[in-house]
């Protein structure tokens, strides 16, 4: 298993472009969530799904979406990017149940100039 | 929803000193309790996690306890090393939570 994966490693916007970031997950898992972490914050929830086609805001959602087409993918989109959205992104995932456990992908850093 | 507090921001210690991470949480209906250690650059993994079932739990040099009265854990290093030296998260969730909520973290250093 591959486990968490998330697309690109690095990536540099200028403000008002857009762009999406990829997760994908082999374990079959329920759910699935996006972070951001920035110095101080902590991991901060962005969005969450708890299965296909099902989405939820988390703390953090403003200048985000999200979708969830299938069990594997979880994309997050930067509609308009701004500055205060040059972070580091990851995305989690977990099976469900009482399974709690957090799995999280390697990350993507992301600076908006 | 649910709050949790991390204390301290930063600990610096000497190797084979032990070091404590102590976080309190405000949602009694958490019953869920992981921590998470993060190397510069890399991806937070998990350590060590308690239910709320359980007081207290060990994996060699580390060890959480939980005290749901006071809604407060904590995590003990023992020995520590300079591998140890990382940046530590708590948080919070488990059963009516989809997701976890972190603390603000901890950065560990530990000196030869």
């Known amino acids: 298993n591959a486990g968490v994966t998330q697309t690109p490693k690095f990536q540099v916007l200028k403000t008002g472009q857009s762009m999406t970031l990829q997760c994908a997950q082999d374990?079959?898992?329920?759910?699935m969530s996006w972070y951001r972490q920035d110095p101080g914050m902590g991991l901060r929830l962005i969005h969450y799904?708890?299965?296909?086609?099902?989405?939820d805001q988390g703390e953090v959602p403003n200048g985000y979406n999200v979708s969830r087409s299938t069990t594997e993918d979880f994309p997050l989109r930067l509609l308009s990017a701004a500055p205060s959205q040059t972070s580091v992104y990851f995305c989690?995932?977990?099976?469900?149940?009482?399974?709690?456990?957090?799995?999280f992908g390697p990350g993507t850093r992301l600076t908006v100039t | 929803g649910e709050n949790v507090e991390q204390h301290p921001s930063t600990l610096s210690v000497q190797e084979g000193d032990s070091a404590v991470i102590k976080c309190t949480y405000s949602?009694?209906?958490?019953?869920?309790f992981p921590w998470y250690k993060q190397e510069l650059g890399k991806r937070p993994q998990l350590i060590i996690d308690?239910?709320?079932?359980?007081g207290e739990k060990k994996d060699q040099r580390i060890a959480v306890t939980l005290n749901k009265t006071a809604k407060h854990f904590s995590l003990h290093i023992t020995e520590t090393q300079p591998e140890d030296s990382a940046v530590y998260f708590c948080?919070?969730?488990?059963?009516?939570?989809?997701?976890?909520?972190f603390g603000k973290g901890t950065m560990l250093l530990v000196s030869p």
């Open positions: 989690a995932s977990r099976p469900g149940g009482d399974a709690y456990e957090q799995y």
């Open positions: 374990m079959n898992h329920e759910y």
């Open positions: 799904s708890v299965g296909a086609g099902i989405t």
């Open positions: 949602d009694s209906a958490s019953n869920y």
């Open positions: 308690i239910r709320s079932n359980v």
């Open positions: 948080a919070a969730g488990g059963s009516g939570y989809s997701t976890l909520t």
